[in-house]
Every structure is written in structure tokens, then in C-alpha cells.
């Protein structure tokens, strides 16, 4: 089972806000795209709207492939520079989720 909440993000770089999803978990089970998008790092990845700089978003993330589990974690690196990335955006437990928020409005 995948799950996932929303998470605020502000860009290091103009400030804009922005909301992205959040993976808890992920399974990969059957779904050969979705591991695609695991390995390349694109669930994890966030473009500014407004700046249009890319970061990783950086928390823990429970990955099941088939039965395999383990806990991935998405850092900044030379590699992800390389490819187009200016740094990552930590996201803590106790991130402000937007939708949940409005939901309870
Ligand atoms: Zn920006």
C-alpha cells in the first residue's frame, strides 16, 4: 500500500510556497513505473513554480518492492548537481500539510 500526505514547501531560493506530496510509503509491487520513478528520484522531486530551481526533498520513505523493504531517504549530491538540482528541502515529521488543514476548516 502507498501512502502519502501533502507537505508545505518554500524554495531556498525566492521563497515561493508550494505543496508537494509526501511519501510514507510506497509500493513498487507490479508497478514497474512507479519504481521507475522511485530509482530516478521523481517522487522526491520538487520544481519551483515560480523559479523554476529543482530540489530533492529530503525525509524518510518506505519503499516495498515485491516484498523487499527498506527505508529510503533522498539526499543532495554531486550526481543529482549534475543533473539540474540546486540542493535539497528537508521535510520533517511535523510538516504543515495544507489539504489536511483545509479539510478541517
Ligand atoms: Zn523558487
Redesign the pocket.
Known sequence: MTQFSHCEVV??????IGCEMKFHSVNTTGKPKLKMEVAKWELYTWV??????KYILSYPSLINDNGTMWVFTAHFSEELAARGFSGEIVIDDDCYDPVMAALWK
Do not use: A, D, V
Not at 519551483?48 to 530551481?53: M, Q, T
Open positions: 524554495c531556498p531560493n525566492c521563497g515561493e519551483c513554480p515560480k523559479c523554476g530551481k
